[in-house]
Structure formats: C-alpha cells, structure tokens
C-alpha cells in the first residue's frame, strides 16, 4: 500500500508570492491533516479535512487555506508568503481504527518551503 | 489549549544502552502516537496505543498508555546508531479533531 505523498518536496519562493502544496492521502483514508513545522515552534496544527469538507481549524491567519477533492486528494494554499512561512509543510492522512472511535495518523515525507 | 510535555528534551546515550523517554498531558486522552523523525523527512507511526494501562512492541520498541490516561512512555532496548532522530509523541481526546504533538525528544546514539 502506497504511503502519504506530497509534492512537491522542495520549493524556493519570493516573499509576497503565493504557494500550493498537494498531498495524496493512503487509500482508503478519508481524513487529511495539514502541519507546519519550524525548529522554534514544533509540529504546528493548520487544519483538517474529511470527506471535502474544513473539519477542524488551527491558529494560523487566513493567508493558509486548504481543500480537499473527492478522490481525498488535499491542496494548501499560502498567499502572500512572507519570511517567517519558511518550514517544513507536513500532510498528514488518517483512518479511524473500526470498533474504537480511535484514529491512527501517517505523514508524508513534507514539503520543505523556503522564502527569500 | 491542550499543551503536552516530553521529556527529557534530548539525550546522549551509548551504543547497546536502554532508552526511556515519557510524555505527558493536562488532558485525558483516548489516543496515544508515537513517531520518529529523521532530518529532512515525515515522521514515521512507530507505536499506536488505544487503552490505559495498554503495553505494545514494535520490536525493540515498546510503548505503554498510562493508567491516568495523561501519559505514556516510549523504551528501546539495546540502542544502535539508527535510532538517533526526534521522537514525537502525540495524543487525541473524544472531544478534539485532531492530534496535539509535544515538542520531541532528541536521541544521539554514540558507538
């Protein structure tokens, strides 16, 4: 079974511009997380997707948004990046463990963003 | 907001030597995740836990979900150089959408 991916790995960008970053969920999986990660920060929640629909929101301006399709395909979008943006975008796909109301949750291998 | 803490914060041990770290929460959690990270790369699902007091290995791995439901640990017996990285802990509640990370543990092996 294929793991999470995103694409691209690695992407340099001009303060001011705009970004997309893509992740392909593991099969099956119908729920989407989206992080940010700096070394003075950590693992920084952005939001989450289920079935197309935001189902949850971190604390991040509305410059960082989302979507998702309906083959679970996910997309964030930053606009008007600014320098602080530079890190490590990690997208995370989950299932719920049937039977428990638990989940279990994979990242892909991140999207490195760096802006000059 | 839901915070955890990991500890210790990083840790230098020799080669063959017993690692423990913990994590824990001001929350009651219904989840436990433990992953690793290498430089560069996504975290890597080491250890799923999903009841207090539950025990799992994963090889020379073995983590256990505290009884007070607000902690959980993470051992690796007889460490080689490939487990340097960071390990995340992460947890969930009924309550929340999504999981909340501690901060990681920062493992250096030396030979």
């Known amino acids: 079974k294929a793991g999470v991916t995103q694409t691209p790995r690695y992407l340099i960008k001009t303060r001011g511009q705009q970004v997309t970053l893509s992740c392909s969920p593991i099969s099956g999986h119908r729920s989407v997380s989206w992080y940010q990660q700096t070394p003075g920060q950590g693992l920084q929640f952005l939001f989450e997707y289920f079935s197309e629909t935001q189902r949850n929101k971190g604390n991040f301006p509305g410059r960082f948004s989302g979507r998702q399709f309906s083959n679970s395909r996910s997309e964030m979008n930053v606009s008007t990046l600014e320098l602080g943006d530079s890190a490590l975008y990690l997208c995370?796909?989950?299932?719920?463990?049937?039977?428990?109301?638990?989940?279990?949750?994979?990242f892909g291998p991140g999207t490195r963003l760096t802006v000059t | 907001g839901q915070q955890l803490n990991q500890s210790p914060q990083s840790m230098f041990i020799q080669e063959g030597e017993d690692v423990s770290m913990n994590c824990t929460s001001s929350?009651?959690?219904?989840?436990w995740l433990w992953y690793k990270q290498d430089p560069g790369e996504g975290p890597v699902l080491l250890i799923a836990l999903y009841k207090a007091g539950e025990l799992t290995s994963n090889g020379r791995l073995t983590a256990q979900f505290g009884i007070t439901r607000k902690d959980s640990f993470l051992n690796i017996s007889a460490s080689i150089p490939s487990d340097v990285g960071i390990y995340f802990c992460a947890g969930r509640d009924n309550y929340g959408q999504n999981f909340v990370f501690g901060p990681g543990t920062r493992l250096s092996v030396l030979p």
């Open positions: 929350s009651i959690f219904n989840t």
């Open positions: 995370a796909s989950s299932r719920q463990i049937s039977g428990t109301g638990t989940y279990e949750q994979y």
